[in-house]
């Protein structure tokens, strides 16, 4: 069972058992914040045989009905807001069944945006209390670098399944768990966002710059090599362990923008050997939305 990465090699053998009745699904959950539509018009050109489309907008949140304004909010059965509200775990269980996915099945989630958007996948299934799930390391860049074929047919059908929850693996924190953890040592905050963003010196999306007061921040990408894949684990443990200095790692609330990006960070920690630790899914995009919440900016 591959439970954190998976090479490419790896992932090729493992579908060569497939045909021998190896249970095994594979998602490409590829994505572009600044063109959402891009990730499945990217799908269609090419993804690894077999893989069914995850859709960041659509099937990893609950993004509601548009509201007379034309805005779209979290949906009633949303387990958190922001502007990608994580789907309550029944409603999650409801897609994987949608798509065939079963509870004895390996899964494999990729991308082509170094692991920013298939860690999304990922940390659901796991809230999921579903344990066998792997990143493909390197993404789809990775597994074509290593030889391995790429279709454009999307013909393939499953049939239906039943996904049964059991009890979530990763643990998820609400905004009033960072409120009442603030200013205390058995929370601490880590911001995936990029450093001008954290620093509130810019912000493209969310209508209020700056963070969540005490948060660390450590931007998503420098958990990668040049080439996509995570550092190995000795040098994830060691930048973490300068990161948090003397707080337990267990303390660690990871965040972002909008609860997507920050999952490298906390799959980078567990490589580490330092997790697993909890998403506050919400993340700035819902903390912000309260102009009375506490914010900092520098």
Request: proline residues 7%; negative net charge; glycine residues 10%.
């Amino acid at each position: 069972m591959h439970t954190t990465l998976i090479s490419a090699q790896d992932l090729m053998a493992l579908t060569a058992l497939q045909s021998r009745g190896v249970p095994l699904m594979i998602f490409d959950c590829s994505f572009d914040l600044m063109n959402p539509t891009q990730g499945h018009q990217q799908y269609l050109q090419s993804h690894l045989p077999g893989a069914i489309y995850a859709n960041l907008d659509s099937a990893l949140s609950d993004m509601g009905a548009p509201g007379p304004d034309g805005k779209r909010r979290p949906g009633p059965q949303a387990a958190s807001g922001g502007r990608h509200p994580l789907p309550g775990r029944e409603t999650f269980a409801n897609w994987l069944s949608s798509v065939g996915f079963t509870n004895d099945m390996q899964a494999v989630v990729y991308d082509r945006n170094a692991s920013t958007y298939c860690g999304r996948l990922w940390w659901m299934l796991k809230w999921a209390g579903h344990d066998a799930v792997a990143v493909l390391d390197g993404g789809m860049q990775a597994w074509q670098a290593a030889g391995g074929v790429v279709t454009d047919d999307v013909t393939s059908t499953r049939a239906a399944s039943s996904f049964k929850l059991l009890a979530p693996l990763r643990n998820l924190a609400t905004t009033q768990d960072v409120l009442h953890g603030l200013n205390g040592s058995a929370q601490t905050l880590v911001d995936a966002r990029a450093t001008p963003r954290f620093k509130g010196e810019v912000e493209p999306l969310d209508p209020i710059a700056g963070h969540i007061p005490g948060a660390l921040n450590r931007p998503s990408g420098q958990n990668f090599l040049a080439d996509g894949r995570f550092k190995s684990a000795a040098q994830l443990h060691t930048e973490f362990t300068q990161l948090l200095g003397q707080r337990a790692p267990a303390s660690v609330v990871h965040h972002c923008g909008s609860g997507v990006s920050a999952v490298p960070n906390l799959i980078a920690m567990e490589l580490a050997g330092l997790g697993p630790t909890s998403l506050y899914a919400g993340s700035w995009s819902e903390w912000c939305a309260d102009p009375t919440r506490p914010m900092e900016k520098g």
